[in-house]
DNA sequence: ATCGTTCGCCAC
DNA sequence: AAACGTGGCGAACGAT
């Protein structure tokens, strides 16, 4: 069964018991307390809640110590749906689909919600789960449950229905999971980071300036540039002083200077490294992320075009390999830390259907299986060959590899080609499951920007389609750990951190493998294409892999 | 002073 | 090796 609600802005809502088909099978009614009839109807029967917005609701719900098992998401269905039929980025919520089903004038979607407060502010419960306008009431219901049921109409009209299907539902899983990752925060020790700070940075700055270590480096890359005023962060000014001892730079990209032999290059690149750390995972990132030994961030899934996840706040996808050290369970409970390896290949190999690159693709090892048919046994040549393919490289010595490639699996070949074709004349390519990328509002109107455009649909029929498996593994290992105590902590493209207690690990790795072939299956059903996964339990994030 | 853009690095 | 896909973010830059 389902259950259509809606908030009415003041901690309760409209509730309508809806049929399989989505039409309604009862009579509404209005909860004071949402959150209680939530959990109430949750225990007893377990429906697919039928909601305006996941990101609005279930956060103040998790607050109130409600989870839920199910739910369809209608602004990320619409999104989904608009995006199909070509018209990628109108307003998706509630109000908006509303309006465009009777012919109204449509308003634009509300601006989202700042990123989460630091610290444990609790607020009134859905005192931000307002979802259109505070004059929404009981015609809010009827109008969900008529944007569902067209909703559910025109999933059945699309070329693939199951594979839409899917995709609906997993990213409304998605977006559950997103809410309770961000509710439970990633464990963060706050002393282990402070202590790594000062290891790398030095002593802090009493007075707010850059730490002695910058302070250091800032000295001694004047000295080596004859300028003893120097800002090492200024690109300009490095570029100024580069080009006084007869050096000129087409930039300061830590690639360019690497390029360069001059003394200052090792001071400037060991002084980039550290400014980015102090600037963005320093002692300022710190105070403010960091609270209670959570680093709480909110997820935003389908944030990005293909379909990954995007973040708001913290840098949540962006967090330092080294600053990863601060990342440690809790005492008694451990990381299983969950990493696909070599995804994108595999994908393409899934997709296309080439029959060789789904052979190289069914080993542990694709750019080693590659190497062995096409590259005389050069993996490196083979994984950069196959890299460029998916991203579009034209450039480098990685046009012969790009020929062999081509010659050796001609169907995966075509299917990139294909989808880079389509882009530079201004077309949309879709995922696996039927994701569509945006089109431009006009074609490409020279050559630089269609290539940039096929570059781009090239890498959507990839990037999109992988987006879609790891929201599945997701959303299946949210199941299958549900009766376990075990939290999902973060999901990172392809990777996924599940903290447990210690004796659960097991368990927990079970369940991740088990999600990654369901997967698979789902997705891609027969395919000697495997996906398979770096698995290790870690009491330190740091000391995954 | 303020705001939008650019640079350059981090992640995948 | 070379500079090719998706983003977030903070500081510098530069126009108003």
Redesign the pocket.
Known sequence: MMVGIVPDGVGGGWCAPLSDTGRPAGASWHAADLAGAVAEVERRDRPRWVWPSTAAIYPPLLRAGVRVERCHDIELTEALLLGYVGRWGEPRGLAAAAARLVGRPVPPDLPARQ?APPGDAQGALFETALVEDSAADSASLQELIEVYADQRARLAEVAEPGRFRLLVATESASALAAGEMGHHGLPWRVDVHTELLRDLLGEPSPVGGPPRRLAELTAAIGAALGDERL?P?????VVRAFTRVGISLP?????VLRGIDHPAVPLLLEF??LY?IW??HGWA?RDQWIHNGRFRAEYVPA????G?W??????A?????VIRRAVVADPGWVFVVADAGQLEPRILAAVSGDERLAAAGASGDLYAALATDAFDGDRAKAK?AM??AM????????IPALAALRQFYPVAWELVEQAARTGEEGGAVRSWLGRTSPVPREPPQDGASAR?RG??TR?FVV?ATAAEWANTLLATLRGLIRDYEAELVFF????VLVHCPAGGADDVVTAVHEAGERARALLFGETPVRFPLGVSTVECYADAK
């Open positions: 990123a800002h962060e200024s690109p300009a000014e930039s300061t990209r830590a690639w980039k490294e980015r600037t963005a990132w944030g990005v075009v293909s990954r995007a973040s708001r706040g913290g840098g996808l962006q967090i330092p390999r950069v890299l460029g991203y579009g490289q034209t450039g480098g010595n990685a940039a570059r781009f890498n990037q990172q493209h392809d990777e």
